[in-house]
T-cell receptor, first 116, second 111 residues
Framework: EAQVTQNPRYLITVTGKKLTVTCSQN?????MSWYRQDPGLGLRQIYY???????DKGDVPEGYKVSRKEKRNFPLILESPSPNQTSLYFC???????????????FGNGTRLTVT | RKEVEQDPGPFNVPEGATVAFNCTYS??????FFWYRQDCRKEPKLLMS???SGNEDGRFTAQLNRASQYISLLIRDSKLSDSATYLC????????????FGRGTSLIVHP
């Protein structure tokens, strides 16, 4: 089954304790992206990657890191989490082949992170 | 001006009603358009792509108006299960592959 898999689904941690949220897709998609969603603010892009070893900042990159060493994986790293990073996070991917503008985004199930 | 704008609602309609949402976009060079549905605290799911000539999928009809720079979603015969937030997504603004999301329109269908 074609899917984007995020783990964990729920995470409660304390300020300053490094954590990683994993994202993996099995559709051979070139494009992957991380979003956070907060009430009233909609989806905001954190980082994105156009292909392996190519990553770029989105609208709200501060406090986050990513890596794209393999095509299927795009982990989100919080080196020193703070309470303002409490949010619902989504990973998404899409194809860049063919008429790539028409390729829809596929989302993971989300990770609900609470930083105390 | 926000690049992609939606009326946040909520749109509160009875079962069986017809309801329509619009989404305006600012960049006339935008290439592709989508409607997503998002249930509370769950991931957005593709509802339908929006094609230039308009397209229909069951009770759902999507239209694109390039002259006025908006897309629309029409839902006929609303069901309780249609209650959700509907996100408009635009891609290709300014030649960028990065999609731009609207903040969503909330729909509540009541008995």
């Amino acid at each position: 089954e074609a899917q984007v898999t995020q783990n964990p689904r729920y995470l409660i941690t304390v300020t300053g304790k490094k954590l990683t949220v994993t994202c993996s897709q099995n559709m051979n998609h070139e494009y992957m992206s991380w979003y956070r969603q907060d009430p009233g603010l909609g989806l905001r892009q954190i980082y994105y990657s156009m292909n392996v070893e190519v990553t770029d900042k989105g609208d709200v990159p501060e406090g986050y890191k990513v890596s794209r060493k393999e095509k299927r994986n795009f982990p989100l790293i919080l080196e020193s989490p703070s309470p303002n990073q409490t949010s619902l996070y989504f990973c998404a991917s899409s194809s860049r082949t063919g008429s790539s503008y028409n390729s829809p985004l596929h989302f993971g199930n989300g990770t609900r992170l609470t930083v105390t | 001006r926000k690049e992609v704008e939606q009326d946040p609602g909520p749109f509160n309609v009875p079962e069986g009603a017809t309801v329509a949402f619009n989404c305006t976009y600012s960049n006339s060079a935008s290439q592709s358009f989508f409607w997503y549905r998002q249930d509370c605290r769950k991931e957005p799911k593709l509802l339908m792509s929006v094609y230039s000539s308009g397209n229909e999928d069951g009770r759902f009809t999507a239209q694109l108006n390039r002259a006025s720079q908006y897309i629309s979603l029409l839902i006929r015969d609303s069901k309780l299960s249609d209650s959700a937030t509907y996100l408009c997504v635009v891609r290709g603004q300014g030649g960028s592959y990065i999609p731009t999301f609207g903040r969503g329109t909330s729909l509540i269908v009541h008995p």
